[in-house]
């Protein structure tokens, strides 16, 4: 678990994300957004809707009954 972690870069909310992604475009910036930490299933769907590029994910999978299947989940959701 990665739960004691320092010097932890400050938590972005779907707000956030739109905020950075405004800004690169306003800034004619074109690079891939990744959304890291906490990510769950349930957020996947808002996330691709705002322009995010990928998603990294750990926690979710690391912590199922069946790892395998919950990052089976996570590719069917994100190929929606």
């Given amino acids: 678990?990665?739960?004691h972690k320092k010097k932890l870069s400050p938590i972005l909310n779907i707000d956030g994300f739109k905020n950075i992604i405004f800004s690169c475009e306003k800034e004619k910036i074109k690079i891939p957004i990744i959304a890291i930490g906490g990510i769950r299933l349930s957020d996947i769907k808002l996330i691709k809707s705002i322009g995010i590029y990928g998603v990294a994910i750990a926690s979710q999978i690391n912590e199922?009954?069946?790892p395998r299947d919950?990052?089976?989940?996570?590719?069917?959701?994100?190929a929606k």
């Fill in 1 to 3: 678990s990665y739960k």
């Fill in 64 to 66: 199922a009954n069946s």
């Fill in 70 to 78: 919950s990052a089976a989940d996570f590719i069917r959701q994100l």
